[in-house]
């Protein structure tokens, strides 16, 4: 499906030119000269949240213009805020809002939200437990739940999978869940990527951990919090609480190819691939 939403927005724009009157009279714009296709390299890092994302746009930012090149780097949101401000890198990365200290530190910092995400509480497909409140997922990651039965569940120790330090999406679920008073316990199992917690918590048995909404499958169980499923829908609407920004930082503003290729991610054509893969567009 990522393919065939790139192939389909490249084919529209050829077919748009193909189809217009040959002898049709040009208006002003038609006969100005058009515009040069971007050129140049790109390069990005930062968090591997928002990473697959920025590989698809890259893909149809390159087959559209074949004089740039664009190379995508994971690392975590830290990371991305980092390598942007102090200009490592082109374009920076990050899940998660941009601290103030960060601000501070990197004053010329450009942000541009390209996306929104939500987060989802998630269990091995056999823990018989489908909702949680806010507060009993709180406890359960702070280590003061440590058995299923105290949620309704079998007498089953839990085992708490999380993200690493530095993790755009630990960040945000630490700021939405656990709030300023609860720390996440240090006998979670830590894993370095999204994709890592899911194939954790789909592996271990009576486990529990927190995804990005862009890589929830079947695998594992969603759990619903406060009775609200954690959905596409109920995010844009405002039920579900756990939602929060994809960001693409620049130091300073962007020129060149760099805008050129925010300007794309922006525009329709990028926020359908945000669409498709299961993240909230801005636009």
Do not use: H
């Not at 049709?24 to 140049?40: F, K, L, M, R, Y």
Request: charge should be negative; hydrophobic fraction near 45%.
């Amino acid at each position: 499906m990522r393919r065939l939403l790139i192939t389909v927005v490249l084919l529209a724009a050829v077919l748009m030119a193909s189809c217009a009157p040959a002898d049709a009279p040009a208006t002003p714009e038609e006969a100005a000269p058009a515009e040069e296709a971007a050129s140049g390299s790109i390069s990005v890092a930062g968090s591997t949240t928002v990473q697959p994302l920025a590989e698809l746009f890259s893909e149809a930012f390159m087959a559209a213009n074949a004089d740039v090149t664009i190379d995508v780097q994971g690392g975590g949101s830290s990371v991305g805020v980092k390598a942007a401000g102090e200009d490592t890198s082109d374009i920076g990365m990050a899940s998660r809002e941009i601290k103030d200290s960060e601000l501070t530190e990197f004053a010329d910092l450009v942000i541009f939200t390209i996306a929104r995400d939500g987060i989802a509480v998630v269990v091995n497909a056999d823990v018989p437990v489908d909702d949680l409140t806010l507060e009993q997922a709180q406890n359960i990651f702070a280590g003061e739940i440590t058995n299923w039965s105290e949620v309704g569940g079998p007498d089953e120790a839990i085992i708490a999978v999380s993200r690493d330090e530095g993790s755009g999406t630990r960040a945000a679920f630490e700021e939405m869940v656990m709030g300023k008073e609860l720390l996440i316990t240090e006998n979670a199992i830590l894993q370095p990527s999204n994709g890592a917690v899911r194939t954790t918590v789909s592996t271990t048995p009576a486990s529990i951990g927190y995804l990005s909404f862009g890589y929830l499958d079947d695998t594992t169980k969603p759990v619903l919090i406060d009775g609200v499923a954690p959905s596409e829908e109920n995010a844009s609407n405002g039920s579900y609480p756990v939602v929060r920004p994809l960001n693409m930082l620049t130091n300073g503003e962007p020129k060149g190819v760099i805008k050129a290729f925010l300007d794309f991610i922006l525009s329709a054509d990028g926020q359908a691939i945000v669409s498709e893969e299961s993240y909230l567009p801005v636009r």
